[in-house]
C-alpha cells in the first residue's frame, strides 16, 4: 500500500524509491515504505497551498475544527494497541512506554480540540466612542513539520494537533526511521474528515525529503524537532524566505540534588531521568550534579543500580529499557564516551555493548554508563550524547550549583532536590531553563508549555502558546463615524 498522502491521495513516490525498515533491537525487517524525494515534497507543498488558499479548512468555524480533532482522540484509543506495538517495532523502545506514549497522544488532541474554540480573540478598548478595535487570530498558512524519531508519535501531535486546530494545512515529514505512527494517524485524520489537501505526508531522509521545506516560498512555517546543527541549517536556510521558525533543539539537562534531598526517591528518579528509553530524550537528566558533602554515597548507589538495569527487546516483559536507534547512533555513543575518558572522566559502569546475552546481539544496545569527577570543561557535559550515559559533576553550595547548572548552550529541562523549598525556589529562579521540576523529574501535561531558553530552540509547544504559534494575530479597527479629518485641506 503506498504511504505518501498527497493532495488527499495516497500514493507511491514520483522516482519509486523505497526504504527497509528494521527493528533496532533485534534487526528485523519491520516493512518496505516509499521513500519521496524532492520532487514529491514540492508536490506536497502544491497541495497544501491550494487547500489553504482555496479550500474550507481556514474558514471552518473553529468548535467544528476542534470536533474533528476529538474524533481523533477516540480514534487513536481505538487503534492504541496497534499504533503502540508500531511504534515499539519502528523504535525499539518497550512497548509499555509505547502504550503510555499513545495515551499522552490522546491527551494532546483532546485538549488542542477543547481549545480550538476558547480563545475568538478580544475586544480592545480605544478611549475613542465612534471607533471600536478587536485583535484576531488567524492561521499561519502552510507549515511544515518535522519531527524526530525518539518519539514519532508524540512530537508530531505536539505540531499536528495545534496546526489543525489554528486552521492550518500542512507537510509533515517524519524522521526516515519511524514512519509508522505517522502513516497511521494520517489515516486516522482521513477517517475524521479532514478535508484533502489539508494534511500531506512525506517520507524520506531530510536532505532529499525534507529539503524543500525550509525553502520553498509557498510555505509560512517550519516547525521542527531534532538536533542542534540540523537546527542551525534550517534556521538559516528559512530566512531567506523569513519564515515563522520553532525550533525545539534538545537539551544538556541538570538534575541538581542537594545533600538534604530524600534519598531513595532522588536516587530512583536519578536512574529513571537518564536511563528511560535509553537516554533517547531530549529532556533526559543526563547531568547529575550532587552537593559535594552527598557525592559518594548517592553516585554509589545510583551505580550499584544502574548495573543491574535489564536490557531487551520492546516486547520482553522483564526488560527495564531498550535499544538505541541505529548502528550510527550507537557509534556516536561509543565516541563520546570514549572522548570523555580520554578528558579524565572515571568510568563507574558500562561504557560497553552488553556481551554473553544471545537475545541482544542483533540489536543495537548499550549498557548503562555512569561517567564520574566530570568537569565543566568537558566534552561529555557540554555535548548531548542522547544516549545512556549520565556525566556526575560535584557543587559546593546553592551558587555553584547554579553555576554549573547554566554553563551550558542549552536550557530545555532540569530538576532540583531539596526538601528546603525556600531553596528550590530560589535556585529554579536563577536556572536559564524552559522546564524546572522540583523533586519530581519527566512529568508533563499538554495544558502547560513546552520548550527551551537558549540554543535548546526558540517557541513553544503545547499549552496556549503551543496554539499561538500556528497563528497570527490581526487587528481590526472600525471607525463608526467616519468624517474628513482636514489634515491636508
Same mark, same amino acid.
Given at each position: 500500500?503506498?504511504?505518501?498522502?498527497?493532495?488527499?491521495?495516497?500514493?507511491?513516490?514520483?522516482?519509486?524509491?523505497?526504504?527497509?525498515?528494521?527493528?533496532?533491537?533485534?534487526?528485523?525487517?519491520?516493512?518496505?515504505?516509499?521513500?519521496?524525494?524532492?520532487?514529491?515534497?514540492?508536490?506536497?507543498?502544491?497541495?497544501?497551498?491550494?487547500?489553504?488558499?482555496?479550500?474550507?479548512?481556514?474558514?471552518?468555524?473553529?468548535?467544528?475544527?476542534?470536533?474533528?480533532?476529538?474524533?481523533?482522540?477516540?480514534?487513536?484509543?481505538?487503534?492504541?494497541?496497534?499504533?503502540?506495538?508500531?511504534?515499539?517495532?519502528?523504535?525499539?523502545?518497550?512497548?509499555?512506554?509505547?502504550?503510555?506514549?499513545?495515551?499522552?497522544?490522546?491527551?494532546?488532541?483532546?485538549?488542542?480540540?477543547?481549545?480550538?474554540?476558547?480563545?475568538?480573540?478580544?475586544?480592545?478598548?480605544?478611549?475613542?466612542?465612534?471607533?471600536?478595535?478587536?485583535?484576531?487570530?488567524?492561521?499561519?498558512?502552510?507549515?511544515?513539520?518535522?519531527?524526530?524519531?525518539?518519539?514519532?508519535?508524540?512530537?508530531?501531535?505536539?505540531?499536528?494537533?495545534?496546526?489543525?486546530?489554528?486552521?492550518?494545512?500542512?507537510?509533515?515529514?517524519?524522521?526516515?526511521?519511524?514512519?509508522?505512527?505517522?502513516?497511521?494517524?494520517?489515516?486516522?485524520?482521513?477517517?475524521?474528515?479532514?478535508?484533502?489537501?489539508?494534511?500531506?505526508?512525506?517520507?524520506?531522509?531530510?536532505?532529499?525529503?525534507?529539503?524543500?521545506?525550509?525553502?520553498?516560498?509557498?510555505?509560512?512555517?517550519?516547525?521542527?524537532?531534532?538536533?542542534? @546543527?540540523? $537546527?542551525?541549517?534550517?534556521?538559516?536556510? &528559512? =530566512? #531567506?524566505?523569513?519564515?515563522?521558525?520553532? +525550533?525545539?533543539? !534538545? %537539551?544538556?539537562?541538570?538534575?541538581?540534588?542537594?545533600?538534604?534531598?530524600?534519598?531513595?526517591?532522588?536516587?530512583?528518579?536519578?536512574?529513571?531521568?537518564?536511563?528511560?528509553?535509553?537516554?533517547?530524550?531530549?529532556?533526559?537528566?543526563?547531568?547529575?550534579?550532587?552537593?559535594?558533602?552527598?557525592?559518594?554515597?548517592?553516585?554509589?548507589?545510583?551505580?550499584?543500580?544502574?548495573?543491574?538495569?535489564?536490557?531487551?527487546?520492546?516486547?520482553?516483559?522483564?526488560?527495564?529499557?531498550?535499544?538505541?536507534?541505529?548502528?550510527? @547512533?550507537? $557509534?556516536?555513543?561509543?565516541?563520546?564516551? &570514549? =572522548? #570523555?575518558?580520554?578528558?579524565?572522566?572515571? +568510568?563507574?559502569? !558500562? %561504557?560497553?555493548?552488553?556481551?554473553?546475552?544471545?537475545?541482544?546481539?542483533?540489536?543495537?544496545?548499550?549498557?548503562?554508563?555512569?561517567?564520574?569527577?566530570?568537569?565543566?570543561?568537558?566534552?561529555?557535559?557540554?555535548?548531548?550524547?542522547?544516549?545512556?550515559?549520565?556525566?556526575?559533576?560535584?557543587?559546593?553550595?546553592?551558587?555553584?550549583?547554579?553555576?554549573?547548572?547554566?554553563?551550558?548552550?542549552?536550557?530545555?529541562?532540569?530538576?532540583?532536590?531539596?526538601?528546603?523549598?525556600?531553596?528550590?525556589?530560589?535556585?529554579?529562579?536563577?536556572?536559564?531553563?524552559?522546564?524546572?521540576?522540583?523533586?519530581?523529574?519527566?512529568?508533563?501535561?499538554?495544558?502547560?508549555?513546552? %520548550?527551551?531558553?537558549?540554543?535548546?530552540?526558540?517557541?513553544?509547544?503545547?499549552?496556549?502558546?503551543?496554539?499561538?504559534?500556528?497563528?497570527?494575530?490581526?487587528?481590526?479597527?472600525?471607525?463608526?463615524?467616519?468624517?474628513?479629518?482636514?489634515?491636508?485641506?
Amino acid at each position: 500500500m503506498p504511504e505518501l498522502f498527497i493532495g488527499g491521495t495516497w500514493r507511491s513516490a514520483l522516482d519509486e524509491r523505497t526504504r527497509e525498515i528494521h527493528c533496532p533491537a533485534d534487526g528485523t525487517l519491520v516493512a518496505v515504505v516509499d521513500e519521496a524525494g524532492g520532487k514529491d515534497t514540492v508536490e506536497a507543498i502544491a497541495a497544501a497551498r491550494r487547500a489553504f488558499d482555496e479550500g474550507p479548512w481556514p474558514t471552518v468555524p473553529a468548535a467544528e475544527r476542534g470536533a474533528l480533532l476529538l474524533r481523533v482522540a477516540d480514534l487513536l484509543q481505538r487503534d492504541k494497541e496497534a499504533m503502540a506495538r508500531a511504534e515499539s517495532l519502528d523504535t525499539g523502545k518497550r512497548l509499555v512506554e509505547s502504550v503510555y506514549d499513545i495515551d499522552d497522544v490522546t491527551a494532546c488532541f483532546r485538549y488542542y480540540g477543547r481549545l480550538a474554540a476558547a480563545d475568538a480573540g478580544r475586544v480592545i478598548d480605544t478611549g475613542n466612542p465612534e471607533a471600536d478595535s478587536r485583535v484576531v487570530y488567524e492561521p499561519v498558512g502552510v507549515c511544515a513539520l518535522i519531527t524526530p524519531w525518539n518519539y514519532p508519535l508524540l512530537q508530531t501531535a505536539w505540531k499536528v494537533a495545534p496546526a489543525l486546530a489554528a486552521g492550518n494545512t500542512f507537510v509533515l515529514k517524519p524522521s526516515e526511521l519511524t514512519p509508522h505512527t505517522a502513516i497511521h494517524l494520517v489515516r486516522l485524520l482521513e477517517e475524521a474528515g479532514l478535508p484533502a489537501g489539508v494534511a500531506n505526508l512525506v517520507l524520506g531522509a531530510g536532505p532529499e525529503a525534507g529539503a524543500p521545506l525550509a525553502d520553498h516560498p509557498d510555505v509560512d512555517m517550519v516547525s521542527f524537532t531534532g538536533g542542534i @546543527h540540523t $537546527g542551525r541549517r534550517l534556521m538559516a536556510t &528559512a =530566512a #531567506g524566505t523569513v519564515k515563522k521558525v520553532a +525550533l525545539e533543539l !534538545g %537539551g544538556k539537562n541538570p538534575n541538581i540534588v542537594f545533600a538534604d534531598a530524600d534519598f531513595e526517591t532522588a536516587v530512583d528518579m536519578a536512574l529513571t531521568a537518564v536511563f528511560l528509553h535509553s537516554g533517547q530524550v531530549c529532556s533526559a537528566g543526563a547531568r547529575l550534579l550532587v552537593e559535594d558533602s552527598l557525592h559518594d554515597r548517592f553516585v554509589d548507589e545510583v551505580v550499584r543500580r544502574a548495573q543491574l538495569i535489564r536490557l531487551g527487546g520492546p516486547f520482553d516483559e522483564n526488560a527495564q529499557t531498550g535499544a538505541l536507534i541505529s548502528a550510527q @547512533h550507537l $557509534g556516536k555513543v561509543e565516541a563520546y564516551v &570514549a =572522548a #570523555g575518558l580520554a578528558e579524565g572522566a572515571v +568510568l563507574r559502569c !558500562g %561504557g560497553a555493548r552488553p556481551t554473553g546475552d544471545p537475545a541482544l546481539e542483533n540489536g543495537f544496545f548499550y549498557l548503562p554508563t555512569v561517567l564520574d569527577e566530570c568537569r565543566a570543561d568537558m566534552s561529555v557535559i557540554q555535548e548531548e550524547s542522547f544516549g545512556p550515559v549520565l556525566t556526575v559533576e560535584r557543587f559546593t553550595d546553592e551558587a555553584d550549583a547554579v553555576r554549573l547548572a547554566n554553563d551550558t548552550i542549552y536550557g530545555l529541562a532540569g530538576a532540583v532536590w531539596t526538601t528546603d523549598q525556600a531553596r528550590a525556589q530560589r535556585v529554579v529562579s536563577k536556572l536559564r531553563i524552559g522546564t524546572i521540576w522540583i523533586n519530581d523529574y519527566h512529568p508533563y501535561v499538554p495544558q502547560a508549555e513546552w %520548550g527551551g531558553f537558549k540554543q535548546s530552540g526558540f517557541g513553544r509547544e503545547l499549552g496556549p502558546t503551543g496554539l499561538a504559534e500556528y497563528q497570527e494575530p490581526k487587528h481590526i479597527w472600525r471607525n463608526t463615524n467616519p468624517v474628513p479629518q482636514g489634515w491636508f485641506s
